[in-house]
């Protein structure tokens, strides 16, 4: 079973080393999403419809929305990996146009050769997690100067966002998948059926699917999902609710059925979330 063996949680996202064991199912980060390998053996993400590796000298690249997966080898030792999953808001103070870490393209591909910078900057910051895994100055500035040589050296961050000209021009959202969007965003855990999100949109089902997924990248299930393992993550992680009651609130029908399905996209169970989160 995999194990998150530190998790640091603040306004930058959070960050996680994982000791991988175990694959995941298809799912998506309404943020980038780079992962870093430490130690072990060198593994491989599907990231949308492409294999990444991850390696000891590539790092892997996730776009915010798009559909990735961790594909484990059990014939190769345990990858242990750090994951940064990085809050555009957060990355704005940096820069403004970094806001567009929140879209699709912020990287134009799944991998990239990781430097001698990047990989010092990985370990010291895995060693301050390890070390004093408490909240620091130290840990979040040694975040900032890892995320900042990442993008430098992965994203043409200086032609990020396009010129006026080219975002006025971009075609806008239709207004109903718009209005279903918000409606999943109100209340991720409302139990509507996509066949009634698409009536209340005004849509066929099919043509609400195939609008959907033109419009975000992704379909509505996956959208969803997105929607309510972020609810789940922040409820594990700030409340002291027993997860059976988060559980609950977000529609899942049994502790058993939440559990999975946060270990599905989380790596790791919630229980063990919370305690090495609170460690």
């Not at 997690?129 to 900032?144: N, R, T, V, W």
């Not at 992965?154 to 006026?164: D, E, H, K, N, V």
Request: hydrophobic share 50%; charged share 20%; glycine share 6%.
């Amino acid at each position: 079973m995999s194990h998150a063996l530190r998790i640091t949680k603040g306004e930058f996202g959070r960050v996680a080393l994982l000791d991988m064991d175990r694959s995941l199912v298809r799912h998506a980060h309404p943020h980038c999403h780079v992962l870093l390998k430490i130690d072990g053996d060198d593994t491989q993400f599907a990231v949308g419809d492409r294999v990444a590796p991850l390696t000891d000298t590539l790092a892997v690249l996730i776009n915010a929305w798009e559909t990735h997966a961790y594909v484990h080898d059990p014939a190769r030792r345990n990858a242990l990996i750090l994951a940064l999953y990085i809050e555009p808001r957060w990355l704005r103070a940096f820069r403004p146009n970094w806001i567009a870490s929140a879209t699709p393209g912020f990287f134009d591909t799944a991998t990239g050769a990781v430097d001698a910078r990047i990989q010092n900057l990985s370990r010291d910051l895995v060693a301050e997690m390890i070390h004093a895994p408490e909240p620091s100055a130290a840990k979040e500035a040694l975040l900032s100067d890892l995320m900042i040589a990442v993008i430098d050296r992965f994203t043409p961050w200086r032609s990020i966002g396009g010129s006026l000209w080219d975002l006025a021009r971009t075609v806008t959202m239709d207004r109903r998948i718009r209005r279903a969007i918000g409606a999943m965003r109100a209340d991720p855990a409302a139990g509507a059926s996509m066949a009634q999100i698409a009536k209340s949109a005004g849509l066929s089902r099919a043509h609400f699917f195939r609008m959907f997924e033109r419009s975000t990248g992704v379909t509505p299930h996956v959208f969803l999902n997105v929607l309510k393992v972020e609810c789940a993550v922040n409820l594990v992680a700030a409340s002291d609710a027993p997860l059976t009651t988060i559980g609950a609130d977000l529609g899942f029908g049994s502790p058993a059925h939440f559990s999975r399905f946060f270990r599905d996209h989380v790596s790791v169970a919630p229980s063990e979330f919370r305690a090495v989160l609170r460690f």
